[in-house]
T-cell receptor, first 112, second 113 residues
Framework: KAGVTQTPRYLIKTRGQQVTLSCSPISGHRSVSWYQQTPGQGLQFLFEYFSETQRNKGNFPGRFSGRQFSNSRSEMNVSTLELGDSALYLC???????????FGQGTRLTVV | ELKVEQNPLFLSMQEGKNYTIYCNYSTTSDRLYWYRQDPGKSLESLFVLLSNGAVKQEGRLMASRDTKARLSTLHITAAVHDLSATYFCAVDGAGSGYSTLTFGKGTMLLVSP
């Protein structure tokens, strides 16, 4: 059974640009959550999607957005990139709400 | 607001020694997770502890949970260099209807000869 797949694995962007990250959950999983990891703030929750609906949102500015498609794949978008957005972005999938979460390999975003 | 506190945040130990990492959380939780993270890598799931208080062991690592005390421990027995990594504790919110996890700040473990 394939795990959670995140693409791309590494990304370098310039300040002011926008970026889209992708997450394909484990087959059959309907919930996808996104997390940001930085040295200063640690692991912080961004948002959670279930059946194409955003169910929960963390405390991040509106520049961070996401969506989920009918096949449960999810994308997150960050607009007007700032240096502080440099981070490891992790995606986790769960079969259903409030069930065990499984993490992908992450996307390392560097903003220069 | 669910809060998770881990201690210590940094642990330097010698091979062969035993030590325990502690994880306190502020509200009830269905699942408590322990993860390992190597530098530049993603999270590797070590244990998932439900609210029934079960103890789990894998190799030199043993995790337990005291639901009433809202405390979990990760015990390391006879540490070896390969265990050097950062260990995170994370919990979900009981009955929240979400899969959202709240993480501790992590414990950086360095095992030296």
């Amino acid at each position: 059974k394939a795990g959670v797949t995140q693409t791309p694995r590494y990304l370098i962007k310039t300040r002011g640009q926008q970026v889209t990250l992708s997450c394909s959950p484990i087959s059959g999983h309907r919930s996808v959550s996104w997390y940001q990891q930085t040295p200063g703030q640690g692991l912080q929750f961004l948002f959670e999607y279930f059946s194409e609906t955003q169910r929960n949102k963390g405390n991040f500015p509106g520049r961070f957005s996401g969506r989920q498609f009918s096949n449960s794949r999810s994308e997150m978008n960050v607009s007007t990139l700032e240096l502080g957005d440099s981070a490891l972005y992790l995606c986790a999938s769960s079969a259903d709400l409030n069930t065990e979460a499984f993490f992908g390999q992450g996307t390392r975003l560097t903003v220069v | 607001e669910l809060k998770v506190e881990q201690n210590p945040l940094f642990l330097s130990m010698q091979e062969g020694k035993n030590y325990t990492i502690y994880c306190n959380y502020s509200t009830t939780s269905d699942r408590l997770y322990w993860y390992r993270q190597d530098p530049g890598k993603s999270l590797e799931s070590l244990f998932v502890l439900l609210s029934n208080g079960a103890v789990k062991q894998e190799g030199r690592l043993m995790a337990s949970r005291d639901t009433k005390a809202r405390l979990s421990t990760l015990h390391i027995t006879a540490a070896v260099h390969d265990l050097s990594a950062t260990y995170f504790c994370a919990v979900d919110g009981a009955g929240s209807g979400y899969s959202t996890l709240t993480f501790g700040k992590g414990t950086m473990l360095l095992v030296s000869p």
